[in-house]
């Protein structure tokens, strides 16, 4: 059982509209204020020690995760959620139309490999970090740099859970009552 079990068991009975609100202004805009937050740790560690090795790979890893984050979040924000708030508000089969892209479960498949893609991305810079646990006598950037870390890589593995085995399936479910 997931260590937010709670959180997620709670959200199962949430309508599709209120879900994708959730997480638009909880875990979408938790992203976004703080993604810009850890590269300036991480270039404020880089500036105070340039030879700190791990320092420069978390800033590549990190780099490249927040570009495909900042990719992901787009379609999701601009095609998915739009069209996940117009099936949330369907009463009937006669209002219903189609995405404009087909049915969900490809367009959701590919959601769900980029969070096992950015997770994959994330577990790397938890490798090199020891968990998010600095050595002895790491400095306070440090500190704070694998402090926020680990709340973004926490924040992230929730908000994948809640879309992956929420609101996914609540998308699809909806679709299918329709015939799509």
Not at 28 to 46: E, F, V
Request: net charge negative.
């Amino acid at each position: 059982m997931s260590k937010n079990a709670n959180y997620i068991s709670s959200l199962k009975a949430w309508n599709l509209d209120d879900l994708v609100d959730h997480i638009l202004n909880t875990h979408h805009a938790y992203l976004k204020a703080n993604y810009p937050l850890i590269h300036q740790l991480i270039d404020k560690l880089i500036s105070q020690e340039p030879e700190n090795k791990t320092a420069e790979k978390i800033n590549e890893l990190y780099s490249h995760f927040t570009s495909d984050l900042a990719r992901h979040l787009i379609k999701e924000e601009e095609i998915l959620f739009p069209y996940f708030k117009t099936l949330g508000q369907i009463k009937d089969k006669e209002s219903f139309e189609p995405a404009s892209f087909g049915s969900l479960p490809k367009p959701i498949e590919m959601m769900e490999n980029e969070h096992d893609d950015s997770h994959n991305q994330f577990e790397q810079i938890k490798k090199i970090t020891n968990n998010f646990t600095p050595d002895e006598g790491a400095s306070p950037v440090t500190h704070s740099l694998y402090f926020k870390l680990k709340e973004f890589d926490d924040d992230m593995d929730l908000h994948h859970e809640l879309e992956n085995e929420i609101l996914f399936v609540k998308a699809r479910e909806i679709e299918e009552q329709f015939g799509v």
